[in-house]
Structure formats: structure tokens, C-alpha cells
């Protein structure tokens, strides 16, 4: 009968381990710590040639990603996240009518077509549901749920950080149920409220931010890389208009220095197929509209304490800088460039003379949040995605769906 008993016991203890290291499909995002990575929201990456580059993990976007994309992504032993909003509803997605009215808020700035969630809903929490079940169904390893800080911004719902925080429980107890795992994107202020539920985070621009009242925007994810959970972290340029996005080597190593422990990569606003690493190798992703309507994102506003921006007056210096190339099966790419060499936000720009390009491929696009020309496809922008759309970025002492855009000069 002892004997029964032991047996018994350790056949619980069996199932119960089975069950927490099957969240996910397995994945185990701590042997990705400080790793490169690549995150693409603007099209999907194309999986019918060899994938560039070969990083260990991927960001993309959920509606956009088809399901035997990801399957061949993950055969090659590589890490799947898939990207929605959770906290705003976008013109243009496929389940935008599920939303109804009384739950719709107030216009995000900037972006006419996008509004609000009131995520203390039901039937908002309901479509929510449906989209991590969703990313399940496809074999995504984890979701990135955006714009989970409404209750920083003027939502129209008078949300608060105990609503975050009740959200994004329920977010991750639905992923949870259904072996997915989930990040964090920004948010910082209700990190240490959620940092036991999350496997990783995603930041933009802490580097950028600069200080919040609880200090350093980039020292609060200090605990996460101590507990052996990732940081991916993103800045973008200081100048949006030109292409391919630059970096000088002073600015890519303030970027990239503020942790060793993050996983840094530079992208442009856009958030497409080209991606700068922080030796500054370049590599661009051979991308394909996906399935679902290309949208450009990018950053808004990054507000360490306030909805505004602190922005210097004064010109930057520039020099010139040759970015290095990265040579791959799908792309190379050298240009010489004309930077500005502080990472201040200026109002005014020195505008840099075209860079060369020795790539027989369009390796970036930039975007304009105040233009109205439609753009046009490329290899990088697939579909031709329209104005600087988001995902990310700092608000109050956390941070919002979107970074520096507000301060950034038009």
C-alpha cells in the first residue's frame, strides 16, 4: 500500500510537470536571453526561401501571418510571437465589426482610424479570446498583446492601472489555457504586477525615453533580465524620412549600451522587413504582403512622465558614417550616409544627401505620419504600407503602444 501510494504520487507529480513545460508548445524563451531577434508588423515574412536572418526569435503579426509560414519558421527550431492590439481596435482588421459601439473610445492621436478599447468589457475580452485562440490554431509559441496602457492616455472610459492589470490577467490566463505563452509589451509601470505571468517583454525607445519618477526606463526591466526572461527591445531613428533608416555609431551604441541583457535591434518606423543589429550589420527579411491588409507601424510618442515630448531646438551635427554590410542569401546592403550624431529629438534636420545602395533589392521604407501619398510596394514594404503606424512605445512611467512620434520633426 505504501508503495501504491508513492506511485501514485509521483505519477501526479509526473502530469503536473508535463503540464507547465507544455505551456507554449514548449517553448522555453529563457535560452533566447540577450539573442538577436526580428520583429516585421508591416507584411509577413515570406518562408519559401531561406529565412534572413537566421535569428532565434520572431515577431509578427498574427492576422497578417499564415499558418504553414509559421509552421516552417518554427521547423527550423526558431520562436514564434505573434502580434495583435489588444488595447485599441484598427480599421482594416478582419474582426473589427465585433466590436461594438458603447465599448469604442476615444480616437488614438495621430491615428484617425484607430480608437480606444474599453478593456473592462466583456465582449471586449470576448474578441480577445477569439484572437489568442487564433494564434493557437496557427502554432504560435506566444502572443504580444500592444497597447495594453490605455488608462495613460485619454481613452474615454476613465481607465486606470488596476484595469491593465485585471486586463492583462485575463489575457494570460486565456493564453494559458490554450499552451501560449505571453509578453509584455511596455507598460513598465504595472510590470512588477505581471512580471510572474510574462515570459518575456517588449520595449521601444527606453533608450530614448530617458528618466521616469521610478528612474531609468530601461533599469526597470533590471528584475525580468535577472529572472532569465527577455527583453526585446527597439529604437528607431532620429531622422524618419530617409531611406534605408540610419544610425551613427554614436547613437547605435547609446541605444544598444543602456543593457546588456537586451536583445537591441534598429528598425525603421514602419517596423518592415529591414533590420540593423548593434554591431551594425543589416539584414532584410523577404517579406510577403500576408494575409491580411498591410498597415505600417511605428512609434508615437514616448513620455516618461506626461503626453509630451521634450525636443532640442538646436540642429543636430552631422558626419558621415558608412553602415556595414551584412551579407546574406536574400540581401546585401552598404550605404553611406549623412547622420545626425546625438540621439537629442531635434525639431530642425540637416536633410543628409540619398544614401548608395550596392543591394539590387529596396532594403527600407521610410514613412510620413503627415503625408497622404500612397506608398508604393517594395521587396522591405510589401503591399505598399500606408503611413507610420505603431506598436509601441513609452507613456507616463510606463509605456504606450507607440514611441517617439509626437517630438519627431514632420
Given amino acids: 500500500m505504501p508503495r501504491f501510494h508513492f506511485n501514485m504520487l509521483s505519477l501526479l507529480l509526473l502530469v503536473c510537470s508535463l503540464a507547465t513545460t507544455s505551456l507554449g508548445a514548449g517553448a522555453d524563451f529563457s535560452q533566447v536571453l540577450g539573442q538577436r531577434w526580428q520583429i516585421i508588423l508591416s507584411g509577413a515574412p515570406n518562408t519559401d526561401n531561406t529565412l534572413t536572418p537566421d ?24 520562436l514564434v510571437i505573434c502580434y495583435f492590439s489588444a488595447g485599441t481596435v484598427e480599421k482594416g482588421r478582419t474582426d473589427e465589426n465585433k466590436f461594438k459601439p458603447a465599448d ?47 488608462f495613460n492616455n485619454d481613452n474615454g472610459f476613465n ?43 517588449v ?53 544598444c549600451n543602456v543593457n ?38 511605428g512609434p ?19 558626419t558621415s558614417v558608412v553602415v556595414t554590410t551584412t551579407s546574406t542569401s536574400e540581401s546585401s546592403t552598404e550605404s553611406t550616409t549623412s547622420i545626425p550624431s546625438t540621439l537629442t529629438t531635434s525639431t530642425t534636420t540637416e536633410e543628409p544627401p540619398p544614401p548608395t545602395t550596392t543591394s539590387t533589392r529596396t532594403t527600407a521604407r521610410s514613412t510620413k505620419t503627415t503625408s497622404s501619398k500612397q506608398p508604393t510596394s517594395s521587396p522591405s514594404n510589401p503591399g505598399g ?10 507613456s507616463a512611467v510606463g509605456m504606450t503602444g507607440r514611441a517617439v512620434r509626437s517630438a519627431l520633426p514632420d
Fill in 300 to 318: 508615437t510618442s514616448t513620455r516618461p512622465t506626461s503626453k509630451s515630448t521634450k525636443s532640442s531646438t538646436s540642429a543636430p551635427t552631422t
Fill in 260 to 297: 546588456k541583457g537586451f536583445s537591441t535591434v534598429l528598425k525603421a518606423y514602419s517596423l518592415d522587413c529591414w533590420v540593423m543589429f548593434c554591431d551594425g550589420t543589416i539584414a532584410t527579411t523577404n517579406c510577403s504582403p500576408g494575409s491580411g491588409k498591410t498597415r505600417s507601424r
Fill in 203 to 255: 520595449n521601444e525607445e527606453c533608450a530614448r525615453s530617458g528618466k521616469s519618477d521610478s528612474g531609468n526606463l530601461c533599469s526597470s526591466y533590471d528584475p525580468l533580465i535577472a529572472a532569465g526572461k527577455p527583453v526585446f527591445h527597439i529604437e528607431y531613428p532620429i531622422n524618419k524620412d530617409v531611406s534605408p533608416p540610419q544610425f551613427s555609431s554614436s547613437d547605435r551604441a547609446a541605444m
Fill in 104 to 150: 469604442v473610445g476615444k480616437v488614438y492621436p495621430e491615428w484617425p482610424d484607430e480608437h480606444w478599447l474599453n478593456i473592462r468589457s466583456k465582449d471586449v475580452r470576448s474578441v480577445m479570446k477569439t484572437r489568442i485562440e487564433s494564434a493557437a490554431a496557427k502554432g504560435c509559441d506566444a502572443i504580444d498583446p500592444d497597447n495594453i496602457d490605455g
Fill in 55 to 78: 535569428v532565434p526569435v520572431w515577431d509578427i503579426d498574427l492576422e497578417y501571418a499564415a499558418k504553414n509560414d509559421i509552421a516552417n519558421i518554427k521547423a527550423t527550431g526558431k
Fill in 159 to 201: 481607465l486606470v492601472a488596476d484595469d491593465a492589470v485585471d486586463y492583462f490577467k485575463y489575457l494570460a490566463t486565456t493564453a494559458a489555457a490554450n499552451g501560449v505563452q505571453i509578453g509584455l509589451k511596455n507598460a513598465v509601470t504595472i510590470l512588477p504586477r505581471v512580471q510572474s505571468l510574462i515570459s518575456f517583454a
Fill in 385 to 394: 504600407a500606408v503611413g507610420v503606424r505603431r506598436s509601441i512605445g513609452i
